[in-house]
């Protein structure tokens, strides 16, 4: 880690001039950046027990329901919308519940964990509504890689089924 070349971050002219890959390439080296300096701020430099004391302290504080609710609207449509801040999220955008010193948490995962427990091994929060940065309990479930594999394959098909009938 601690040899490893600083990136060269490009001029704005540069930044303009840069082909989709380009920019794609650029992204991830300043998400890798980011990673690196994560894990030598608050990783590399803790023991486990550490670690361990500091998520415990971050459950306490963030698990609770009225910690959440002034962040969230209550839209017509029955989403929760989260009006706090977001986070990107291996270039997805995520909300996010901030909990100072401590950092944060991503607020689906949270309602999730509140509403229907922890998550089961190899398992992770999604979101059945349409509508980003919702975080209604009724619309996120613990789902898995081969779920979510098998919804975009479905997803796909129905896309191009309706592409054939497009006039
Ligand atoms: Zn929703």
Redesign the pocket.
């Known amino acids: 880690m601690a040899g490893r070349r600083k990136y060269k971050r490009p001029t704005r002219e540069q930044l303009r001039a840069m082909t989709p890959q380009e920019r794609l390439e650029h992204t991830r080296a300043l998400e890798r950046e980011r990673s690196a300096r994560y894990y030598r701020r608050h990783i590399a430099s803790t023991t486990k027990a550490e670690r361990r004391a500091r998520a415990e302290e971050l459950t306490t504080a963030l698990f609770d329901w009225s910690r959440l609710l002034p962040h969230i609207e209550r839209l017509p449509s029955?989403?929760?919308l989260w009006t706090g801040p977001f986070r990107s999220v291996f270039g997805d955008v995520r909300p996010w519940a901030r909990a100072g010193a401590l950092g944060g948490m991503r607020a689906d995962h949270i309602v999730c964990c509140l509403s229907r427990g922890r998550p089961p091994p190899k398992c992770f929060v999604s979101?059945t509504?349409a509508?980003v940065g919702?975080v209604?309990p009724t619309?996120l479930v613990w789902s898995n890689r081969a779920v979510e594999t098998a919804k975009n394959r479905r997803r796909h098909v129905e896309s191009e089924e309706l592409a054939g009938r497009v006039e």
């Open positions: 029955g989403c929760w979101r509504c509508t919702c209604s619309h």
